[in-house]
Structures are given as C-alpha cells and as structure tokens.
Nanobody, 123 residues
C-alpha cells in the first residue's frame, strides 16, 4: 500500500500563486509516475499534470500549460505542483496520484490516491 498526503491548498485571488505538495509513504519504490488531478464542483476528475519516475518527463493539460509546473524529489518521495497566474476556473479539489509504470493521463490508470486538498481562487 501507498499512502499519499497532499498539502498547500487554500483560498487565493485570481493572479496569485500557490504551491501544492504531496508526500508518499508506505510501499514506495522505483519506477512510479506521479500526477495531479483535480475535480471541480459537479465536474469529472481531470488530469492536470504528471511526471515520470526520473523527473525528466512532464506532461500538462492544455488548460494549465505555461502556468503550472510539476516537480519531484525521489529522495523524499514527494511531488510538488507550482501553480502561477491562478484563474477562478482552477478552483477544485486537487488530488495526488501514483501509478507503477509509465506516465499516463487517464485517472483509471492510477493505483493510489490522496484525500485531496481544496484550492479556491476568487475573482
């Protein structure tokens, strides 16, 4: 089992920045991709950003490309999402997820999930 714990959510204004972190514990070993998803009220959970085990490969949803940056520290089993130029449409619960294998963007490909952290962007 892998436990994931997100932190860093909160209430900010449009244009502000926020940094989310996710710490993995338990059965953590090599070759796992990490990703962030989000789910707005009444919406489906959607892929936001992902990163390969090595950290050399990243992938972003078009809606956040150029504004968000994902990174990871394998020594600490953590993944971070730096969110800049936030928009009201970024309001959602953000989830950290792990899958063993190559990076994917479908939620059904992920094996473990955190509980989520709320991000609210006001106008």
């Amino acid at each position: 089992q892998v436990q994931l714990e997100e932190s860093g959510g909160g209430l900010v204004q449009a244009g502000d920045s926020l940094r989310l972190s996710c710490a993995a514990s338990g059965r953590t070993f090599s070759s796992y991709a990490m990703a962030w998803f989000r789910q707005g009220a009444g919406k489906e959970r959607e892929f936001v950003a992902g990163i390969t085990w090595s950290g050399t490969g990243t992938y972003y949803a078009d809606s956040v490309k150029g504004r968000f940056a994902i990174s990871r520290d394998n020594a600490k089993n953590t993944v971070t999402l730096q969110m800049n130029s936030l928009k009201t449409e970024d309001t959602a619960v953000y989830y950290c997820a792990v899958r063993y294998g190559p990076l994917r963007s479908r939620r059904y490909d992920y094996d473990y999930w955190g509980q989520g952290t709320q991000v609210t962007v006001s106008s």
